[in-house]
């Protein structure tokens, strides 16, 4: 498997803009299908974005599209969510996730095999 460590979490105001990071090592990272989810306390984990590993289509949850923008750079072994207009609803614990060899971009969480520790955002309002 792939280990995935995210990172550029933090706490911000509405409006205002985050770039998640997902570094991973290990196994051939170009070939891993990439997801981001996010959960808060009390509630299943939910999918935000993915990106495939073949023809780089994407896929987005409904409240983030036009806000959110996945991308990878297979180069340096690292997947991104530009998060813009952040709102508070966005506030959540983002978890970056793999798939090997997934033949199309997926919102299952069961999909992944692969998932990092997390890191906060926290949109104020």
Same mark, same amino acid.
């Given at each position: 498997?792939?280990?995935? &460590?995210?990172?550029? +979490?933090?706490?911000? !105001?509405?409006?205002?803009?985050? /770039?998640?990071?997902? $570094? @991973?090592?290990?196994?051939?990272?170009? &070939?891993?299908?990439? +997801?981001?989810?996010? !959960?808060?306390?009390?509630?299943? /984990?939910?999918?935000? $974005? @993915?990106?495939?590993?073949?023809?780089?289509?994407?896929?987005?949850?409904?409240?983030?599209?036009?806000?959110?923008?996945?991308?990878?750079?297979? $180069?340096?072994?690292?997947?991104?969510?530009?998060?813009?207009?952040?709102?508070?609803?966005?506030t959540?614990?983002?978890?970056?996730?793999?798939?090997?060899?997934l033949?199309?971009?997926?919102?299952?969480?069961?999909?992944?095999?692969?998932?990092?520790?997390?890191?906060?955002?926290?949109?104020s309002?």
């Open positions: 498997q792939v280990h995935l &460590v995210e990172s550029g +979490g933090g706490l911000v !105001q509405a409006g205002e803009s985050l /770039r998640l990071s997902c $570094a @991973a090592s290990g196994r051939t990272f170009s &070939v891993y299908g990439m +997801g981001w989810f996010r !959960q808060t306390p009390g509630k299943e /984990r939910e999918f935000v $974005a @993915a990106v495939s590993w073949n023809d780089y289509s994407t896929l987005y949850t409904d409240s983030v599209k036009g806000r959110f923008t996945i991308s990878r750079d297979n $180069a340096r072994n690292t997947v991104y969510l530009q998060m813009n207009s952040l709102e508070p609803e966005d959540a614990v983002y978890y970056c996730a793999g798939a090997y060899r033949l199309t971009v997926s919102r299952s969480a069961s999909a992944y095999g692969s998932w990092g520790q997390g890191t906060q955002v926290t949109v309002s």
